[in-house]
Each structure stands twice: as structure tokens, then as C-alpha cells.
Antibody, heavy 121, light 108 residues
């Protein structure tokens, strides 16, 4: 079945870095655009980043632009989010989500269960 | 930046109808999507492109749009519908995905 599984979260000190991964299965990963979306504890959903099917087009939220990098390896069916210069406000559950679009965003039809990042000294 | 406004909470008795609004300027020209998130779970898409339901979503859930407001309607509300609901659009001006603040649906 179609599945997205995130990993790589953990407790990290402010200013440090992490790489989050999202393993896709059950569908042709290379044919779909992908997103990262996060949710701080007790808060709503916040979009983080988008990549087209081939990784050539990316968009970022203003709050992470310049600190986070979205990328993908279609040969490994895996989406990544490199997060750097972490701040307390980056503490959240991070979800990857599939977009039915090919090159541009349409809507997110499949979501993973998330991986949690906690930024604390 | 583009803003979507939702009521923080909506309460309804079982069997009644719940209506959750999502307001935004010029929303009439945008495709609005709705997500349901139950406690401790990942979001689930329940309506896309204003009115379309993915397979497996009950017909009791429906989307509509009028003027500057999109609405998610849940007919014959059940205890299992208790969740947070988020509307979402793609802001083509800023190249950003925008979520509404979310509405907590409580079934009395």
C-alpha cells in the first residue's frame, strides 16, 4: 500500500543540524511532487517546503528559507529535509506528504506519521 | 502574506450538521482543500479542489465555496468526526502553501 515513513528526528541543541528522511513505498515516487509540513506541540499545521518530482523546482516558507533544504533521491525513493541553525521554534512534528501534482503544487493526498524534532539545550 | 481564517472551535450534537468556514481574500479564484486530523494522528485529506472527496471519505462530508468563504459541511455528525479540521490553498503569488489556523470540532 502507499506509505510514507519519516525518520531522523530527535533532541538537538540550538544551532545544530539534522537530516530528516522520508521513505516512500507503494507508488512511483519519481512521478510525484512532495512536501514537508510541521506542527508545533498543540499548534496548527505549518507548511515548510516543496519539491517537484525531479527536484528541480523547490519552494520554502519564509520561516525556514536559507536554513532548511529539501531534496530527494528518486533512485532510493527517499525525500530529505536538511535542517540547520535550529531554533526553539523549530520544535515540532515533521510530516512528509505526497502532492498529486507533477511540477507544481496541487494538494497533498498521502501523509506520513511524522518524526519529532525537539530543540533544547 | 496570504491568510486563511477559520473559527477556533465548532460544537455540534450527534446527528446534527457541522459547518466549518474558511475565509480568505479572493478565495473564489483558489482551489481549497480540507484536511482532518484526529488526536495523535497524521492529517487526512477529506476534500480537494473545493468539492471533491477522495475515495473512502463518507458522503456526509462535503465542501462548498461562496464569495470569500469556503465551507466544510459534515452532515449527521458522529462521535468519530471529532477532530481538528484545516483548510489549505496554494498561494500562487508567494509560491507558498497556506493552511488555515484549524478548527476543533467537538461532538457534544
Amino acid at each position: 500500500q502507499v506509505q510514507l515513513v519519516e525518520s531522523g528526528g530527535g533532541v538537538v541543541q540550538p544551532g545544530r543540524s539534522l537530516r530528516l528522511s522520508c521513505a516512500a513505498s507503494g507508488f512511483t515516487f519519481s512521478s510525484y511532487a512532495m512536501h514537508w509540513v510541521r506542527q508545533a506541540p498543540g499548534k496548527g499545521l505549518e507548511w515548510v517546503a516543496f519539491t517537484s518530482y525531479d527536484g528541480k523546482k523547490t519552494f520554502y516558507s519564509d520561516s525556514v528559507k536559507g536554513r532548511f533544504t529539501i531534496s530527494r533521491d528518486n533512485s532510493k525513493n527517499t525525500l530529505y529535509l536538511q535542517v540547520t541553525s535550529l531554533r526553539g521554534e523549530d520544535t515540532a512534528a515533521y510530516y512528509c506528504a505526497r502532492d498529486v501534482g507533477f511540477t507544481g503544487p496541487l494538494y497533498m493526498d498521502v501523509w506520513g506519521k511524522g518524526t519529532t524534532v525537539s530543540v533544547s539545550s | 502574506s496570504y491568510v486563511l481564517t477559520q473559527p477556533p472551535s465548532v460544537s455540534v450534537a450527534p446527528g446534527q450538521t457541522a459547518m466549518i468556514s474558511c475565509g480568505g481574500s479572493n478565495i473564489g479564484s483558489q482551489s481549497v482543500h480540507w484536511l482532518q486530523q484526529k488526536p495523535g494522528q497524521a492529517p487526512v485529506l477529506v476534500v480537494h479542489d473545493d468539492t471533491d472527496r477522495p475515495s473512502g471519505i463518507p458522503e456526509r462530508l462535503s465542501g462548498s465555496k461562496s464569495g470569500n468563504t469556503a465551507t466544510l459541511t459534515i452532515n449527521r455528525v458522529e462521535a468519530g468526526d471529532e477532530a481538528d479540521y484545516f483548510c489549505q490553498v496554494w498561494d500562487t503569488i508567494g509560491d507558498h502553501v497556506v493552511f488555515g489556523g484549524g478548527t476543533k470540532l467537538t461532538v457534544l
